[in-house]
């Protein structure tokens, strides 16, 4: 009976061969299916990026014509009030003062080179009524003329910031007061001829005779004057030429500098690339620190050369200033010699009439001459009258293209005598400074959208490709890669000096598109594109497609025979239990599909027990699932041993 139990037991645990295939077979196959999407597609260039202020541009101050000949000006302007560095200045704001006025900052695009006073006219004039009238202060019509109006403006806005317009000079007051003088004496000359008509006085005879001394004399001065303003010509052109000569070879010495500079960057650039492998950490320190110290040593020498530029071009304007006062008080001397001699013509005839006042054609050609004389001293008068009233000195104003900027470093500092570069600003903007291989170099235009990222801050924002370097190693960069320079489009300070991730669209749809994975196109055996859609019901049909731009592992499709829309299913594979089919990338990059599971091994049937009892037989062992495909990362189908048989 034992053994009749134990028989049937042994019985019901051994499979046929057949059986046990049917049990470990595979499921049937089902496709693998991913959503049509509408999205824009662009392929990347992918870089990283450091994130300054934008524009760096010095500052120098322009040289006052009218200050330097003001008796109150000291000859030397002396910084009162230095730029204080990270001020934000904008149109209107106050950027410095020296010897006591104000330097304010506007928008323009032409620099100040020269004084802007009454009657003065161009394209400096304009842009300062512009500014005066953005601000509020009405200048009356912009048409670039300095009149009444604008000089009023202008000292409503000196007034309101808290100072004091700039008036008329010494200088301009004499020159006013020595032509009322002659004015005043032509008018009474013209009187006195007229007088002279009734008959002279023996005193007035001699008070004549005094005219006539007191006119030759002026022709006296008049002529060393006119001598004294030519060799004032001659010297302000040597002083010219003196000049530029030592500010050409100031910057021609700074110009040497900077090349020993770049001298020194390269060579120690050179010793850290080719320190051998055994350097200690200290020695490569001291490699990496000596081409840190070169490089802020050209960017110094650059900085110098900069300013020594600017100083020169300072120089050749106070230079051309100077020659040109120089010439003009000469022009004055010519002008105010013939006016002395015809004042001596006139008291010679008036002495003439009065000795004898019988002649009345002469006495009526000096009563003629003596009224021209009048009135043309009076319109000299009136004509420096007009130049005379508020002015904006050149050294009082600066024009930047834009507005507002940012102080970024200060040279000079309270009490210091004001010579070349007296700061540097830069838009308030940041820019992005990078670099490229020269392969992606080829792809990036100017103008190219870029992503910005930072994820500690979790900051992201855009922006636009504002320049690309013509070659490599440029701006700093190294040798094997391009210079590109980003502007976001809106970006908070904070990112100063931080590392951002930049992601450069090099080409893009623009606009959303129907998309699929690469692996959903195949080609039919009339060679066009198509995809496999999955329909309702369990069928499917192919769908022929215009591929067009592939990024992301995507690639833009366009139907050409058959319909086809966002969120229909494409076939990418098949999935099985012997081999799992892998998904192509989608557009939420998630996993792979997962391979079928091998199904388990049966389990071996017990030895019958006998006199010397045989080992039952090893169950099969079961099929190992194959590796599904990966998106970002693929599943691994399953896998299943199958069991040992029981061993008696």
């Not at 060579?267 to 320190?285: F, K």
Request: charged share 20%.
């Amino acid at each position: 009976m034992l053994l009749a139990v134990c028989a049937w037991v042994a019985g019901a645990q051994i499979k046929s061969p057949a059986q046990i295939a049917a049990e470990t077979a595979a499921p049937d196959p089902s496709s693998i299916t991913v959503p049509v999407e509408r999205r824009v597609l662009s392929s990347e260039v992918i870089v990283r990026g450091t994130v300054r202020y934008g524009s760096p541009q010095p500052v120098v101050l322009a040289t006052s014509t009218l200050k330097q000949n003001s008796a109150a000006s000291g000859g030397t302007d002396i910084v009162t009030t230095r730029p204080r560095r990270g001020a934000r200045v904008g149109e209107g704001s106050l950027a410095m003062s020296v010897s006591g006025r104000p330097v304010f900052v506007l928008r323009g695009g032409q620099p100040s080179h020269r004084d802007i006073q009454p009657g003065s006219r161009g394209q400096d004039v304009r842009q300062l009524e512009t500014a005066l009238a953005r601000m509020g202060f009405a200048p009356g019509r912009v048409d670039g003329r300095y009149d009444g109006a604008t000089g009023s403006a202008v000292a409503r806005w000196y007034e309101r910031a808290g100072w004091t317009p700039f008036g008329a000079t010494d200088t301009q007051l004499d020159q006013l007061r020595a032509a009322r003088a002659a004015a005043s004496a032509a008018r009474d000359a013209y009187l006195q001829s007229q007088i002279t008509a009734r008959g002279a006085t023996p005193a007035e005879i001699a008070q004549a005779r005094i005219d006539l001394q007191t006119a030759r004399d002026a022709v006296v001065t008049a002529e060393h004057d006119l001598s004294s303003q030519a060799r004032s010509v001659a010297l302000a052109l040597a002083n010219e030429r003196r000049d530029n000569a030592l500010a050409a070879a100031d910057t021609a010495l700074k110009r040497a500098a900077v090349n020993k500079a770049l001298d020194a960057q390269v060579e120690a650039q050179r010793n850290l690339a080719t320190a051998p492998p055994d350097t200690t950490p200290a020695e490569l320190a001291a490699l990496q620190s000596a081409v840190r110290a070169a490089t802020d040593d050209v960017a110094v020498a650059q900085a110098d050369l900069s300013a020594s530029a600017s100083s020169t071009r300072a120089t050749r304007a106070a230079g051309r200033d100077a020659v040109a006062k120089a010439r003009a008080d000469r022009r004055r001397a010519e002008r105010a010699l013939p006016n002395a001699r015809r004042q001596v013509r006139l008291a010679t005839q008036r002495l003439r009439i009065m000795k004898n006042p019988a002649n009345n054609d002469l006495h009526r050609l000096v009563i003629q001459a003596a009224g021209q004389e009048a009135r043309s001293t009076q319109r000299e008068v009136s004509r420096l009258a007009r130049r005379i009233g508020v002015s904006v000195p050149a050294d009082e104003v600066l024009f930047f293209n834009t507005l507002p900027l940012r102080v970024d470093s200060v040279r000079v500092r309270r009490g210091d005598p004001v010579s070349g570069r007296v700061m540097t600003v830069s838009n308030s903007r940041l820019a992005i400074d990078s670099s490229l291989s020269l392969a992606d170099a080829k792809l990036v235009r100017p103008g190219a959208r870029v992503t910005i990222e930072e994820p500690d801050l979790g900051i992201k924002t855009t922006g636009v490709v504002s320049q690309v370097a013509d070659s490599p190693g440029t701006h700093k960069v190294e040798q094997g890669r391009v210079y590109v320079a980003i502007t976001p489009r809106s970006a908070p300070a904070q990112l100063v000096g931080a590392s951002v991730k930049l992601t450069i669209a090099v080409k893009s749809t623009d606009e959303a598109v129907l998309s699929v994975p690469i692996t959903a196109l195949t080609v039919g055996a009339d060679g066009n594109s198509r995809v496999q859609v999955q329909r309702r019901g369990g069928g499917s049909e192919y769908v022929s497609v215009d591929p067009g731009l592939a990024a992301q592992g995507l690639v833009e499709i366009k139907p050409v025979r058959g319909a086809l829309n966002a969120g229909d299913l494409v076939i990418v594979g098949k999935r099985d239990g012997t081999a799992g089919s892998g998904a192509p990338p989608a557009s939420n990059a998630g996993n792979g599909a997962t391979g079928g599971s091998g199904s388990t091994g049966s389990t071996g049937s017990t030895g019958s027990t006998g006199s010397n009892g045989s080992n039952g037989s090893r169950g099969a062992t079961g099929a190992t699932g194959s590796t599904g495909g990966s998106q970002r990362s693929g599943a691994t189908g399953g896998t299943s041993p199958g069991s040992s048989g029981a061993t008696p």
